[in-house]
């Protein structure tokens, strides 16, 4: 009791503070269509203010958010502000039909919102089919005026979003790929701030550049908004210092390439220390699974003041399938221990999960032709539990109007059959393989700790999941591969400074333990964040209750959309 006191103090103080301090941010968005032109062809996409990639936000520490969406679009619209805590504000989370129904083609809706105990690289994006890949952009958080950077400050700081580019409209390619029950197709560029690099047709002149002064350090802010591929990241002949993953503070980390799985951030220090000339950076897929997949490059260049190089130098880089350099990154990182906004881990575990995660088959229905494995359709889910949105009311409104019929509390804490999770041998076994569809919660007391294992499964593909957790972030004890040991893996435990994220990278047949603790009711999803997955079902929610007050889900606002 004592401990669920001082941390509800610590909450309270905590909001209070931010409430009281801040400043008003506010920013107005207009989502339309837009004609732009990449890889010889012009191709209409939707975007956020007439650019791609949309407008940086940037605000401090205790700020209050106030965006408007104006949707002139064609499609239906959300903007999931991604790594928010939204602190009793879980309506403008933005999941469609999880949180809010979508903003209908000429409506408008306002997010409003504090940034509370957060400082970092995080970012925004559309939470609507896959129109996220070209509808997204920064949101950077500084720390309160007053209070500085637990490394030395930078000269310049520069936003490094790597995207995924399609000729072709994105929302009739996922339409595509859903109604055949295959893959959609496979991306045809990858990205930097928009930009495709000189290896792409039509592109000499589409190629991201940065002047740099040589001896100043910069600060990278890099941001994955590609929807399906992991990223490895490098500069030519410059080692970079992780100095923070998803808006949270780590130990410094030098390296020469960066990992980023969709929706992850990592901010890096390089400093310009090379000879006067230009240097190549280059982004290329990890991809851990054995399928078709957007094996280019893309790159931009770094241009040291007054060179006259016009052959910039190139990385060497990974091959796609490099697992171990990925591995490497992914687990020598730590947290920052007692730095700024640093949170010890929780002890006392209150709900212990095993979930599972990967790629399933659902039935072909009646009268449909469908193209997957035995001519039925590509799926996806949690612990046998293949996700499906409502949609005539969003989850949340479900929840604080107590209506039933939307959803069901029964997630299961553990799969319903145990097997041999990682085994090669069951990439198509037909007594597994099936995943019933469901809109299934896991209900969680207010403030109780949650301890998940994430086990990723080895039907049709063997792959890594980032897992993006809504609303909360969680501590990272351990990753590993094969099937998770209950016996002997909690001895590999981190309890001191593991990593904070709110996007973890599953390894490929492999397992990860999280843990965090469900101090903000309201309804949060956790889901695969490759877009091809999250339709097919990869997906639960969380279902948190009131606290004492004023830790309450507060009534929804006057102008929220309707379904």
């Known amino acids: 009791m004592a401990r669920f006191a001082f941390v509800l103090a610590c909450a309270l103080a905590l909001l ?14 207009n989502v339309n269509n837009l004609t732009v032109t990449r890889l010889c062809k012009e191709q209409p996409i939707t975007v956020v203010n007439g650019s791609y990639p949309g407008p940086a936000i940037r605000a401090r520490d205790g700020d209050t958010l106030v965006v408007h969406v104006f949707n002139q679009s064609p499609y239906n619209i959300t903007i999931h502000w991604h790594g928010i805590f939204q602190l009793l504000s879980a309506w403008a989370d933005g999941p469609a039909y999880v949180t809010q ?3 209908l083609p000429g409506n408008n809706y306002t997010y409003r919102f504090n940034i509370t ?73 990858y990205s930097i701030n928009g930009l495709p690099g000189d290896l792409y047709d039509c592109s000499q002149n589409q190629t991201y550049q940065v002047k740099v002064v ?15 591929n992991q990223l490895f990241y490098k500069i030519a002949n410059h080692n970079m210092t992780v100095v923070a993953i998803d808006a949270a503070y780590t130990t410094p980390y030098i390296t020469d390439v960066v990992v980023v799985a969709p929706g992850q951030t990592t901010d890096v220090l390089i400093t310009a220390n090379q000879q006067t000339g230009s240097y190549y950076m280059a982004a290329t897929p990890y991809m851990s699974a054995n399928i078709n997949f957007d094996n280019t490059t893309t790159r931009g260049i770094i241009v040291y003041e007054n060179s006259t190089s016009s052959s910039p130098i190139m990385p060497a880089l990974p091959n796609p399938s490099d697992t171990p350099t990925a591995h490497k990154f ?3 990182i730590t947290g920052l221990a007692g730095g700024p906004q640093w949170v010890p881990v929780p002890t006392n575990v209150d709900e212990h999960m095993f979930v599972t995660v990967g790629v399933n088959l659902e039935l072909c229905p009646v009268n449909a032709t469908c193209q997957g494995p035995f001519n039925n359709r590509l799926s996806a889910s949690m612990s046998n539990e293949s996700f499906q949105l409502p949609t005539n009311l969003s989850m949340m409104q479900a929840q604080f109007y107590n209506v039933s019929g939307i959803y069901t509390t029964d997630f299961p804490d553990q799969p319903a059959v145990k097997f041999d999770y990682t085994d090669s041998n069951i990439s ?72 904070i994220r709110n996007t973890i990278g599953v390894p490929v047949g492999g397992w990860a333990v999280i843990r965090f603790t469900a101090n903000n009711p309201g309804m949060w999803f956790m889901h695969c964040h490759l877009d091809v997955h ?19 889900l507060p009534a929804p606002p006057a102008d929220l959309p309707q379904c």
């Open 16 to 29: 209070a503070s931010s409430l009281a301090s801040g400043a008003i941010v506010e920013h107005s968005f």
């Open 101 to 103: 129904c979508p903003i």
């Open 534 to 552: 999250l339709p097919w079902g990869l997906g639960m929610v969380f279902e948190v209750e009131n606290g004492p007050t004023p830790w309450v």
């Open 428 to 499: 198509l076994d037909l007594s597994l393989i099936y995943a019933p569809k469901s809109t299934k919660v896991k209900t969680l007391k207010f403030n109780s700790t949650v301890e998940i294992v994430l086990q990723n499964t080895a039907f049709l593909a063997i792959e890594n999941h980032p897992i993006h957790l809504h609303g909360f972030n969680f501590h990272v004890l351990a990753q590993g591969f094969g099937n998770y040991d209950p016996i002997n893996d909690p001895k590999k435990f981190n309890l001191v400074n593991p990593q």
């Open 330 to 332: 992914n687990t020598n």
């Open 214 to 228: 040589k001896g100043k350090t910069y600060l990278l802010r890099i941001i994955n908004a590609a929807l399906n």
């Open 117 to 189: 105990g957060q400082e970092g690289t995080l970012w925004w994006h559309a939470h609507v089919s896959w129109l996220r890949a070209t509808v997204h952009g920064a949101l950077i958080i500084h720390p309160k005026a007053g209070r500085s950077f637990p490394f030395p400050k930078p000269y310049k700081e520069i936003p490094i979003i790597l995207g995924e580019w399609w000729n072709g409209n994105v929302v009739d390619i996922e339409n595509e790929g859903l109604a055949t029950g295959i893959a959609p197709n496979n991306s045809n560029a």
